[in-house]
């Protein structure tokens, strides 16, 4: 017997459920990719990237997943043999730095534990005995979505400056843009890049990326320049070249729903649902950790994102069997534990359409399946959800 008739929910992060009004708007005809509908269609969501990423600066649209803007960046403002420093604090900007090393990057890493933040501190000092400046980029994720920290990039970016290293500084923004507050110039953020697949409610396949003038400046000597990811290349008079070619008309329909349903409810009502719903998760996973068998994998309660939780699952418990249950009998879709934790946690996504529905319901499986598998937990983890919520929400 099951009970999961009725539409599946995904609760990883990413892709995320895409809302109805998203889909809508992209069951209609091709526009054609010449006329004035196509530019101005093009025009405004440019602009609104910009805005999005709190820059002044060019934003551009590539037809790629963010591995894809990974390369993108890269490509555009490397030269062979660069060296490239990596902040690591879970996956994601290891996956960058892998990259930009078959790229033909020298990649230096800044070991991180997966379970707490980058130290700006440490980067501070990293950058101090660099005398010579040979680190030409730094890359960082603000949120990685394996292990669910949030790294303070405001911070960094200071600590990069305290330290007077010229080396520009790139943010993965995939899992955070459209979720929570992002200043490209405000922190000093040389190249910003994300994905539409995840706050940005919309398909995978798009990928962007900002730019501000300092890295415009290098990016005229890089040599790993292609013409595909070209930003030159891709300001030519044609509109055409904006894509490098057929525009991804109906994805970009999409983003169009998507970017006006964020600015409709206002940037920071999308902030404080993200962090009001967040941390309804994190007081259920705080009850359910009470029998020392699931945990937060992020230690310190200030690194812990508002777009994903990662649990750990210990005392031999397998997290596959939940992530099983959950889907199979409930309709739910968990993450999974990936890379370094794979097969010991899972995690609970809370990003894009997502709302106090379907938070709670799936916290309620989640408890469902702990109960059904008899995997030992605190009782009571939706009631503090709940609790939080009715506490934070007023009339």
């Known amino acids: 017997?099951?009970?999961?008739?009725?539409?599946?929910?995904?609760?990883?992060?990413?892709?995320?459920?895409?809302?109805?009004?998203?889909?809508?708007?992209?069951?209609?005809?091709?526009?054609?990719?010449?006329?004035?509908?196509?530019?101005?269609?093009?025009?405004?969501?440019?602009?609104?990237?910009?805005?999005?990423?709190?820059?002044?600066?060019?934003?551009?649209i590539y037809i790629a997943n963010g591995h894809g803007a990974w390369e993108a960046v890269l490509s555009n403002v490397l030269s062979r043999r660069d060296k490239v420093l990596v902040l690591e604090s879970g996956s994601f900007a290891i996956g960058w730095g892998n990259a930009a090393r078959a790229m033909g990057a020298e990649v230096e890493v800044l070991k991180g534990d997966w379970t707490r933040a980058v130290r700006a501190s440490d980067v501070e000092a990293l950058l101090r005995a660099d005398k010579s400046h040979t680190i030409k980029a730094i890359l960082v994720t603000q949120v990685d979505t394996a292990s669910g920290v949030v790294n303070d990039v405001e911070k960094i970016g200071k600590a990069i400056r305290a330290a007077g290293h010229p080396a520009l500084y790139i943010v993965d923004a995939v899992a955070s843009l459209g979720c929570m507050p992002f200043e490209m110039d405000k922190w000093g953020i040389d190249v910003a890049m994300s994905g539409s697949q995840k706050g940005l409610m919309t398909p995978p396949g798009l990928g962007f990326v900002a730019v501000s003038e300092r890295a415009r400046a290098v990016h005229q000597s890089a040599n790993m320049r292609t013409p595909y990811w070209d930003w030159t290349e891709r300001d030519g008079i044609e509109h055409y070249r904006r894509y490098a070619g057929t525009p991804p008309v109906h994805l970009l329909f999409a983003l169009r729903q998507a970017i006006d349903?964020?600015?409709?409810?206002?940037?920071?009502?999308?902030?404080?649902?993200?962090?009001?719903?967040?941390?309804?998760?994190?007081?259920?996973?705080?009850?359910?950790?009470?029998?020392?068998?699931?945990?937060?994998?992020?230690?310190?309660?200030?690194?812990?994102?508002?777009?994903?939780?990662?649990?750990?699952?210990?005392?031999?418990?397998?997290?596959?069997?939940?992530?099983?249950?959950?889907?199979?009998?409930?309709?739910?879709?968990?993450?999974?534990?990936?890379?370094?934790?794979?097969?010991?946690?899972?995690?609970?996504?809370?990003?894009?359409?997502?709302?106090?529905?379907?938070?709670?319901?799936?916290?309620?499986?989640?408890?469902?399946?702990?109960?059904?598998?008899?995997?030992?937990h605190g009782q009571g983890g939706v009631d503090a959800a709940i609790t939080h919520l009715g506490d934070s929400v007023r009339p």
């Open 1 to 60: 017997m099951t009970v999961r008739a009725g539409r599946e929910f995904l609760a990883l992060p990413g892709p995320t459920t895409i809302p109805d009004e998203v889909l809508r708007a992209m069951h209609r005809p091709a526009l054609d990719i010449y006329s004035k509908p196509m530019v101005d269609l093009t025009e405004g969501l440019l602009r609104d990237l910009s805005s999005l990423f709190a820059t002044e600066g060019k934003s551009y």
């Open 261 to 376: 349903m964020l600015l409709d409810e206002g940037l920071e009502k999308v902030f404080r649902r993200h962090q009001l719903l967040a941390e309804a998760v994190r007081r259920a996973v705080a009850v359910w950790s009470k029998e020392h068998v699931l945990n937060f994998n992020i230690s310190e309660a200030s690194e812990r994102s508002n777009v994903v939780t990662t649990v750990l699952m210990g005392n031999g418990y397998d997290p596959t069997k939940l992530h099983h249950y959950c889907n199979n009998k409930c309709g739910l879709v968990l993450g999974v534990g990936i890379s370094n934790l794979q097969g010991r946690a899972f995690r609970i996504a809370h990003m894009g359409h997502v709302n106090a529905p379907t938070i709670l319901g799936t916290l309620g499986v989640v408890e469902i399946g702990l109960k059904a598998l008899q995997i030992p």
